[in-house]
């Protein structure tokens, strides 16, 4: 069975998990040491730029059971989510917020506060919890506050918890839980992903829990946007280049597209071939003799920044005699 497809235990004393199952799933010697030194030296370059990326954006860690489960699982969802952070993700089907989660393949996943404890301050000062529907609904109160403990003496400045959708009665509860939690807890907000997916039955499984793809896109976009709302985010790269100069047929031609926001460096492609003699390099330079026809010309250009963002703009190129 999965996450919430049974009622939502009120007892304490009941023994036996809730069970779910996981849904995704190189000459001379001078010349040879030569070419290596510039390989040594290309890689540590790259290393630096991807290090000096990594310190410019902020770490969040996303803790989930086999709902969120399904982000990652998703190519698209996980690239939504990971635009603008240094994302880590931490989810396992069966898992509670505090206490032994049920075997999954013959292991039983660590609880939110266990997994706290173990990672200490490697979960980053940024968590987002989407974990509940597995805890007991009597319970879940105070697990919620155990583990806002744990995450506070891991380190952890900003938790981001996602409401259960009420496919079942006792979420409804478990939800003010989330809410009242939230009032207590200055560092704790509240994602609403119950009211956000209400009236989108299509997003879920039979079971209206788990999610389908168009469900995993929306709860990654939802996470997403309230990290970027909350400054935690970097804002997405965005072609600021709004028109290109004129080109002469037969004469050099040289352009700089513009790009904002994001995270530098960017790197730029064009998504359909070029007029001919017209080249467009990675760091957005415009350059060539144009050989094509004298007429307009669109160009489709894409660009990407260092944190995963990107942007797509149609210029106009007009090729004159």
Known sequence: MYAGSVPVRKSSTARNCRTERHLA??????AVRGVFVLVVVAVALGAATAHAASRDVQHVTLIGDSVADAIPATGNAATIVKQGVDLDFEVAACRRVEGEGCWVVGVRPPSVVQLAKSMGSKLGPNVVVSVGYNDFEDQYAQNIADALDALKAAGVKHVWWLTLRAAHHGYVNMNDDIEAAAKQHPELSVIDWNVYSRSHADWFQPDGLHLLEEGANAMATLIHKTLLDDGVALKPVHVTTAALPTARRGKTYAAKLKAGAGLAPYRWSLLAR???????????????????????YVLSVRVKDSAGSFDVRRLTLRITL
């Not at 799933?25 to 001078?30: A, F, P």
């Not at 070029?274 to 307009?296: C, N, T, W």
Request: aromatic share 0%; charged share 20%.
């Open 25 to 30: 799933c190189l000459g001379s010697i001078g």
């Open 274 to 296: 070029a007029p001919l003699g017209i080249h467009l390099e990675a760091d957005g330079r415009i350059i060539g003799k144009a050989r094509a026809k004298a007429g307009m």
